[in-house]
């Protein structure tokens, strides 16, 4: 069975800095791309970032480029999500998600459960 | 403001069918699949076509997806009351290089 176990859930500073983990079991993590997709209280999804199996290629939304960074661990099966200079609109809960194929898609097959950011003094 | 738009809401009663429509351009929907998820209240999104028109295993064959140009379409039969819930369109944008989503549909069920 697929699982993605996200954590890091955390009220910061503006300014501040936040990393996310995700945990994934039950497939061959290494095979798959990855995604992360936020979701801001009471409003729609937007995705935010990408990597591939290997963890060589990235793709970042706008609104995150230069701040945000996705990495991953094979031999942990884990990705990260590596927040900077955090601002108030970043607040909201932060899905990983595993891509069904590619890495150049939204065809997210699997989520976590969801993991909070607060962003607020 | 959303790169795809959406309806913001649909209704129709129990049994009926409806379609939520997800309108881009062709940096987006016009060359690159769309996918269609789920979300209830409080839960994950979840996948309910890839591929423009394919259902993961276990997605009921009243969900239906179609694409033509740079719009897409996602259509549900036999509407029942735990189909309320929020839908999004989502796919590659070429331009941005970067995922999109649409804004979103809630669907009651009357």
């Known amino acids: 069975e697929v699982q993605l176990l996200e954590s890091g859930e955390g009220l910061v500073q503006p300014g501040g800095s936040l990393r996310l983990s995700c945990e994934a079991s039950?497939?061959?993590?290494?095979?798959?791309?990855m995604s992360w997709v936020r979701q801001a209280p009471g409003k729609g999804l937007e995705w935010v970032s990408a990597v591939n199996g290997d963890g060589g290629s990235t793709y970042y939304a706008d609104s995150v480029k230069g701040r945000f960074t996705i990495f991953r661990d094979n031999s942990k099966n884990t990705l990260f999500l590596q927040m900077t200079s955090l601002r108030a609109d970043d607040t909201a809960v932060y899905y990983c998600a595993k891509l069904r194929w590619g890495m150049t898609t939204v065809n997210m097959d699997y989520w976590g459960q969801g993991t909070l950011v607060t962003v607020s003094s | 403001q959303s790169v795809l738009t959406q309806p913001p809401s649909v209704s129709a009663a129990p049994g009926q069918k409806v379609t939520i429509s997800c309108s881009g351009s062709r940096y987006n929907i016009g060359n690159n699949y769309v996918s269609w998820f789920q979300q209830l209240p409080g839960t994950a999104p979840k996948l309910l076509i890839y591929d423009n028109n394919k259902r993961p295993s276990g997605i009921p064959d009243r969900f239906s997806g179609s694409k033509s140009g740079t719009s897409a379409t996602l259509g549900i039969t036999g509407l029942q009351t735990g189909d309320e819930a929020d839908y999004y369109c989502?796919?590659?944008?070429?331009?941005?290089?970067?995922?999109?989503f649409g804004g979103g549909t809630k669907l009651t069920v009357l």
């Open positions: 989502g796919t590659w944008d070429t331009s941005l290089s970067a995922g999109v």
């Open positions: 039950g497939f061959t993590f290494s095979s798959y791309a």
